[in-house]
């Protein structure tokens, strides 16, 4: 069964820094490009960001909203997923999901997020 | 690409048949998937590339549309199907969100 459990949320400062985790299970981690995104209270989703596997150099790309603040990175080793967070201010409280990106199939590659954890909640405010 | 859905909100019964409208800024193909977001938990992915069910997915679900314009179409509204469902576009970096639809009970 696959399982994605994220955690480090909390309550933090504005300019603040956070690092969340994200630990995958039941797949071959290793293979999948990984994305985490975001969910402000009371609003739709908006996409952080996305690392590539190794095959692809792992490769991040960035929402505009978050470039330069933010640093995903990955541990293969331990199934792991990272979301490094600097300069943190008020409108990046969400809750934060990661997610499996799927890997592409006969048919083509339609990159569509299958599987996602249950979210932590960031909290920036003084 | 900016994606737009309409209704933002939708008021049905159970047993109604509802359309949701998911519309891109420039083509994006078959790019597109659908989403069915219940308050207090992650997505759940209902519909790859269009049209393409998800293993587990009821067949009441189901996607068209090509291009700039798509739909998510529900046969038969059953309780569990009131949500809010997102569209997103997987055809170039960054997969954009669509702002959402929420179904509600009328």
């Known amino acids: 069964e696959v399982q994605l459990v994220e955690s480090g949320g909390g309550l933090v400062q504005p300019g603040g820094s956070l690092r969340l985790s994200c630990a995958a299970s039941?797949?071959?981690?290793?293979?999948?490009?990984m994305d985490w995104v975001r969910q402000a209270p009371g609003k739709g989703l908006e996409w952080v960001g996305r690392?590539?596997?190794?095959?692809?150099?792992?490769?991040?790309i960035y929402a505009a909203s978050v470039k330069g603040g933010f640093t995903i990175s990955r541990d293969d080793s331990s199934n792991s997923l990272y979301l490094q967070m600097n300069s943190l201010r008020t409108e990046d409280t969400a809750v934060y999901y990661c997610?499996?990106?799927?890997?592409?199939?006969?048919?083509?590659?339609?990159?569509?997020?299958?599987?996602w954890g249950q979210g932590t909640l960031v909290s920036v405010s003084s | 690409i900016q994606l737009t859905q309409s209704p933002s909100f939708l008021s049905a019964s159970v047993g109604d048949r509802v359309t949701i409208t998911c519309r891109a800024s420039?083509?994006?193909?078959?790019?597109l998937a659908w989403y069915q977001q219940k308050p207090g938990k992650a997505p759940k992915l209902l519909i790859n590339?269009?049209?393409t069910l998800q293993s587990g997915v009821p067949s009441r679900f189901s996607g068209s549309g090509s291009g700039t314009e798509f739909t998510l179409t529900i046969s038969s509204l059953q309780p569990e199907d009131f949500a809010t469902y997102y569209c997103?576009?997987?055809?170039?970096?960054?997969?954009?969100f669509g702002p959402g639809t929420k179904v509600d009970i009328k």
């Open positions: 997610a499996r990106v799927r890997l592409c199939g006969s048919t083509g590659c339609y990159r569509a997020l299958d599987y």
């Open positions: 590339a269009a049209s």
């Open positions: 420039q083509g994006i193909s078959s790019y």
């Open positions: 690392i590539k596997n190794k095959a692809n150099s792992y490769t991040t």
């Open positions: 039941g797949f071959t981690f290793s293979d999948h490009y």
């Open positions: 997103q576009q997987l055809n170039s970096d960054p997969p954009t």
